[in-house]
Each structure stands twice: as structure tokens, then as C-alpha cells.
Nanobody, 130 residues
Framework: QVQLVESGGGLVQPGESRRLSCGASGFSLEHYAVGWFREIPGKAREGISCISASDESTYYHDSVQGRFTIVRDNAANTIYLQMNNLQSEDTAVYYC???????????????????????WGQGTQVTVSS
């Protein structure tokens, strides 16, 4: 079965860290750009980080720049999102998505989010609260 599965969500205290995983089954992520999105109740889903397939270039939204790190592990067929110094405003459902882009450094583009993504995960809840 072809799917993306996120894991690693949960309840954390402000200032703590958490690592989310986005694992693929049924296909290889090696030639896919992968994005992490989050959805806060009442707000539109927003893209917060992205990693290209061609050159592993990355993008971070201003709200997570310096705190979050996206890492590709092709051997494990998994993309990780390391989240440090979590704050209450990071509380959201986090989704990963993948799009076939073997030759273009998609995540360098300002249009990185303006497209149809091939696969989506089911989401994982991250709650930051004391």
C-alpha cells in the first residue's frame, strides 16, 4: 500500500523538543520533495518546512526558522522534522506530503506550496502545554 505515515506527535511542555517522522511505504522518497505542514484549528493549513530531492535544499517558515530542522534519510525512507524550543503557538496537527520532483530544487522556489502534492500523511497532533 502506497502511503505516508507521520509519527512522533504528543504532549510536550514549552521549551522542550520533539522529533516527527514521515515514513513512506510502497514507494521511495528519494526522488520526492517533502513538505511539512501544520493546521491550527480555525486557520488554513500552512507549509512550514520543505526539503528538495535533487539537492536537499531546505526551506523554513519564519515562525520555525532556527528552531526546526528537516532531515532526509533515504536509507530509512523517512523525513524527519526536529522541533526544538517548542512553544504554545506550535500546537497543531502536523502533516507531511510528498511530490515527485527528482530534478528541480522545489524547496528553493517561492511557489513551493502552490501545487498538488502526490501523497499526504494522516497527520499527527502536537500539543505544547504546561
Amino acid at each position: 500500500q502506497v502511503q505516508l505515515v507521520e509519527s512522533g506527535g504528543g504532549l510536550v511542555q514549552p521549551g522542550e523538543s520533539r522529533r516527527l517522522s514521515c515514513g513512506a511505504s510502497g514507494f521511495s522518497l528519494e526522488h520526492y520533495a517533502v513538505g511539512w505542514f501544520r493546521e491550527i484549528p480555525g486557520k488554513a493549513r500552512e507549509g512550514i518546512s520543505c526539503i528538495s530531492a535533487s539537492d536537499e535544499s531546505t526551506y523554513y517558515h519564519d515562525s520555525v526558522q532556527g528552531r526546526f530542522t528537516i532531515v532526509r534519510d533515504n536509507a530509512a525512507n523517512t523525513i524527519y522534522l526536529q522541533m526544538n524550543n517548542l512553544q504554545s503557538e506550535d500546537t497543531a496537527v502536523y502533516y507531511c506530503a510528498a511530490v515527485w520532483q527528482p530534478y528541480r530544487a522545489l524547496c528553493r522556489s517561492e511557489n513551493r506550496w502552490h501545487r498538488s502534492w502526490d501523497y499526504w500523511g494522516q497527520g499527527t497532533q502536537v500539543t505544547v502545554s504546561s
